[in-house]
């Protein structure tokens, strides 16, 4: 199946997976009055931080600054 997925996304299974978690991130964030803490839990991230550092990364711009300019 990761390979079916990689042939018609170009995704790996985790990269699909990661892209859809910070769909529904972006998708939270503006669109709701839940705390970044509220959204990483509910995404299914033990720990907060560690969601703002990989968001960050992945999408290149931190959790606060990304609501405030949606």
């Given at each position: 199946m990761s390979d079916l997925l990689k042939k018609e996304?170009?995704?790996t299974t985790h990269e699909h997976i990661f892209y859809q978690v910070f769909?529904?991130?972006k998708s939270l964030l503006l669109g709701s009055d839940?705390?970044?803490?509220e959204i990483a839990?509910?995404?299914g991230?033990?720990?907060?931080?560690?969601?703002?550092?990989?968001f960050k990364k992945k999408i290149g711009v931190?959790?606060?600054i990304y609501r405030k300019k949606g």
């Open positions: 996304t170009g995704k769909e529904k991130a839940m705390t970044i803490n839990y509910e995404l991230f033990d720990y907060p931080h560690y969601f703002s550092r990989l931190n959790l606060n």
